[in-house]
C-alpha cells in the first residue's frame, strides 16, 4: 500500500481548519478515525480527489475540519496541478458557504484571494515533501 500524506493547516483569516490528505480513501477514513458507518467508499471509488467535511469533538466544542482528498499527486504531472486546483476551489466555496459568504461577483476578490492562498499554501508544502 502506498504511504499517504497528509499536511494541516488552520487558516487564521477565515478562522478554517482544512487538511489535504494525498493517499486513498481507506488511508483516509483510517487517519481521522472515521467510524465505519460514516464511510463512503463506493461515492469514492472512481473519484481521484474530493473535499469531505469532517466533524470531531473537542474538550471545548465539535471542531469541522475541511479535508481536501486526493488519490494521488504528481510534482509535474498537470492532472494532478489540475485537481489540487480544482479541489482547492471546492475548499474555499465550502469555507466561505460556512462563514456565511454569499458566493457572488461582489465577493470575486475575496474568492480569488482564497483560492490563491490555499493553493499556493498546499502547493507549497506537496513539492517540498520527499
Known amino acids: 500500500?502506498?504511504?499517504y500524506k497528509l499536511?494541516?493547516?488552520?487558516?487564521?483569516?477565515?478562522?478554517?481548519n482544512t487538511a489535504l490528505f494525498v493517499g486513498t480513501i481507506e488511508q483516509l477514513y483510517k487517519?481521522?478515525?472515521v467510524a465505519k458507518e460514516n464511510?463512503?467508499?463506493?461515492?469514492f471509488s472512481d473519484a481521484d480527489g474530493s473535499v469531505?467535511?469532517?466533524?470531531?469533538?473537542?474538550?471545548?466544542?465539535?471542531?469541522?475540519?475541511?479535508?481536501?482528498w486526493l488519490r494521488h499527486f504528481s510534482k509535474r504531472g498537470a492532472y494532478d496541478i489540475g485537481l489540487l486546483v480544482h479541489e482547492v476551489n471546492h475548499l474555499v466555496l465550502r469555507i466561505l458557504e460556512?462563514?456565511?459568504?454569499?458566493?457572488?461577483?461582489?465577493?470575486?476578490?475575496?474568492?480569488a484571494y482564497a483560492n490563491e492562498h490555499f493553493f499556493k499554501y498546499y502547493y507549497t508544502?506537496?513539492?517540498s515533501q520527499k
Open 1 to 3: 500500500m502506498q504511504k
Open 7 to 16: 499536511i494541516t493547516y488552520y487558516e487564521p483569516l477565515l478562522k478554517a
Open 31 to 33: 487517519k481521522f478515525s
Open 39 to 43: 464511510q463512503d467508499t463506493k461515492y
Open 52 to 68: 469531505i467535511k469532517l466533524e470531531r469533538e473537542t474538550k471545548k466544542e465539535k471542531e469541522i475540519v475541511r479535508v481536501v
Open 98 to 111: 460556512d462563514k456565511g459568504i454569499t458566493i457572488s461577483l461582489e465577493n470575486e476578490e475575496i474568492i
Open 125 to 127: 508544502k506537496l513539492i
